[in-house]
């Protein structure tokens, strides 16, 4: 079973995003800022890593750039999840070091899309199967 992090800031989302996830089979840890984040990466050491942008205490653009430098975290694929649909935000994104980029509202069947290329289970859902990772 792959374990995400969902970093979200917003209760709604956060709620409905990591019900679905859990559904979809994946073990879900939630942290509800910046620095929350941060931390969470290094002592749980998640297998992706779902990073709202606009967050409190620090933004999900220096977590994913400091992520990105340190040794323990740099291999954890990281979705930007963001309001802002914009192609420079796109640009932003990719340039603070995620690998994908995912836009809000989110269209969750895309999104699992995104995760299983990165997680390298395209084509079987975390829970296909009862495999364990």
Not at 70 to 78: F, G, L, Q, S
Not at 79 to 95: F, G, N, Q, V, W
């Amino acid at each position: 079973m792959s374990r995400i992090l969902l970093v979200e800031d917003n209760e709604m989302n956060r709620d409905m995003l990591s019900r679905r996830l859990m559904r979809e089979g994946y073990e879900v840890i939630i942290a509800v800022d910046g620095q929350q984040g941060m931390s969470m990466a290094q002592s749980e050491a998640p297998d992706l890593i779902l990073m709202d942008m606009s967050l409190p205490v620090i933004d999900g653009w220096e977590v994913t750039r400091f992520l990105k430098a340190a040794d323990a975290t740099k291999e954890i694929p990281v979705i930007a999840l963001t309001a802002h649909a914009m192609s420079t935000d796109r640009d932003k994104a990719m340039e603070a070091g995620c690998d994908d980029y995912d836009t809000k509202p989110i269209e969750f069947s895309r999104l699992l899309e995104k995760m299983e290329a990165l997680l390298g289970t395209s084509g079987e859902r975390a829970s296909a199967g009862g495999k364990t990772s």
